[in-house]
């Protein structure tokens, strides 16, 4: 996937959907060119880029402004955000010595995601906490409401009574 052009289309099914939606992944960032150093992981990525590579979005074209990693869960969204944390440790643990050996520009985490109709907030049981302490990586946490705030803007603006 690296090293290419990259069209992409809107995430209309993030700001259309009526459901929450949780998963975790982990990633291998960095403000430099990683390719040199993942290649020494024995792991496909499910998602990967590098710093500058050029991303198509509509009509527009733009530089990335770092560089990414990616290993899935694999698991439906429909699973817990748990059972996506623990299928993640499990598919790294075994190359956790080679994850280590990478320079100190790649920073690593375990990346939560959570898209949801209000508010958004999980619970991680010590046990998981320790385990992904152990991976020595940090615990990243992505947030994201499935409302578009300028509906919700529009909406509101509509129910203040005017004086005509």
Partial sequence: MSGQKQKFTSQDFALSSTQDRQYAYFAVTSNEPISDHVSSIPLEPSRYWNVGEIVVRGDREFARRGSRWVIESGLPESEPLETHIEAVIETVTP???????????????????AFSVQSSGFVLPPKLLGQISDLGVNLEYDFYSNIDPHDELAELRSLIARDR
């Fill in 95 to 113: 190359v956790l010595v080679r994850l280590q050996e990478l320079p100190k520009h790649c920073i690593q985490s375990v990346v939560c995601v």
